[in-house]
């Protein structure tokens, strides 16, 4: 008679087994994410399986995985016998993403004039001190993602779970194409989010209306005028 039971010892070593493989497929993942996130890998590199593989100690398989995760995401290609080409980010979509935003910045300010509600000075302050900190350390990827996060942070006043959920999905295409910019384009002026998010937050304080209108505008104008000028669409 076969004995079918499961066996404990069994169940778990393949419980722990899978468990490493999933680790090891995430470690591999953020790696690779933070890397192009950062500018390491610039577009147009072409990655090996093998090389990521000897650098972070491990075989090619969770490697492959992770970067299945990574074309999914849109990040890179996988080009047959030649290696994983990281992909140059769309300014198209950046712009597209730029207006959406705006977009959310008005209904934000619109509820904002029409219930006399504020959004959360104390978090808005907290993402305005870590742009600031960021800047000072030279952390450009840093710098980018609080400036995002500070307009997270206004638009949250809606109390709109699907307009956050979008915007969380935005924030890494965005924070990827304002580092690669950054990168290509050390002559131009970089970090002005500072500069709008202080005069946005002392507005905000004020409870001026008229004014944080016209700062988000400006900012929008000449983000866009600026993506345009630099000849990337």
């Given at each position: 008679?076969?004995?079918?039971?499961?066996?404990?010892?069994?169940?778990?070593?393949?419980?722990?087994?899978?468990?490493?493989?999933?680790?090891?497929?995430?470690?591999?993942y953020?790696?690779?994410?933070?890397?192009?996130?950062?500018?390491?890998?610039?577009p147009?590199?072409?990655?090996?399986?093998?090389?990521?593989?000897?650098?972070?100690?491990?075989?090619?398989?969770?490697?492959r995985?992770?970067?299945?995760?990574?074309?999914?995401?849109?990040?890179?290609?996988?080009?047959?016998?030649?290696?994983?080409?990281?992909k140059?980010?769309?300014?198209?979509?950046?712009?597209?993403?730029?207006?959406?935003?705006y977009?959310?910045?008005?209904?934000?300010?619109?509820?904002?004039?029409?219930?006399?509600?504020?959004?959360?000075?104390?978090?808005l302050?907290?993402?305005?001190d870590?742009?600031?900190?960021?800047?000072?350390?030279?952390?450009?990827?840093?710098?980018?993602?609080?400036t995002?996060?500070?307009?997270?942070n206004?638009?949250?006043?809606?109390?709109?779970?699907?307009?956050?959920?979008?915007?969380?999905?935005?924030?890494?295409?965005i924070?990827?194409?304002?580092?690669?910019?950054?990168?290509?384009?050390?002559?131009?002026?970089?970090?002005?989010?500072?500069?709008v998010?202080?005069?946005?937050?002392?507005?905000?304080?004020a409870?001026?209306?008229?004014?944080?209108?016209?700062?988000?505008?400006?900012?929008?104008?000449?983000?866009?005028?600026?993506?345009?000028?630099?000849?990337?669409?």
């Amino acid at each position: 008679m076969v004995d079918t039971r499961v066996h404990p010892k069994t169940s778990c070593e393949r419980t722990s087994k899978h468990m490493a493989s999933v680790s090891l497929i995430q470690t591999a993942y953020d790696y690779i994410h933070r890397q192009i996130m950062l500018g390491e890998f610039m577009p147009g590199t072409l990655l090996s399986e093998n090389e990521l593989a000897d650098s972070l100690n491990m075989s090619r398989t969770p490697v492959r995985s992770a970067i299945t995760q990574l074309e999914h995401d849109g990040l890179v290609v996988s080009l047959k016998k030649r290696g994983v080409l990281v992909k140059e980010p769309s300014l198209k979509e950046a712009m597209d993403i730029m207006e959406i935003l705006y977009a959310f910045q008005q209904l934000a300010l619109e509820h904002i004039e029409t219930h006399g509600e504020v959004p959360d000075l104390k978090k808005l302050k907290e993402c305005l001190d870590l742009q600031l900190e960021a800047t000072e350390q030279g952390a450009y990827y840093l710098y980018v993602k609080y400036t995002l996060q500070f307009a997270y942070n206004f638009i949250s006043i809606l109390n709109n779970s699907a307009m956050l959920k979008m915007m969380e999905l935005y924030i890494d295409k965005i924070v990827l194409y304002a580092t690669i910019n950054f990168k290509i384009t050390p002559h131009e002026p970089h970090y002005s989010g500072n500069r709008v998010n202080q005069a946005l937050y002392d507005a905000i304080a004020a409870k001026d209306w008229t004014e944080m209108r016209r700062i988000i505008k400006a900012s929008h104008d000449y983000n866009r005028e600026r993506m345009v000028r630099l000849g990337r669409i």
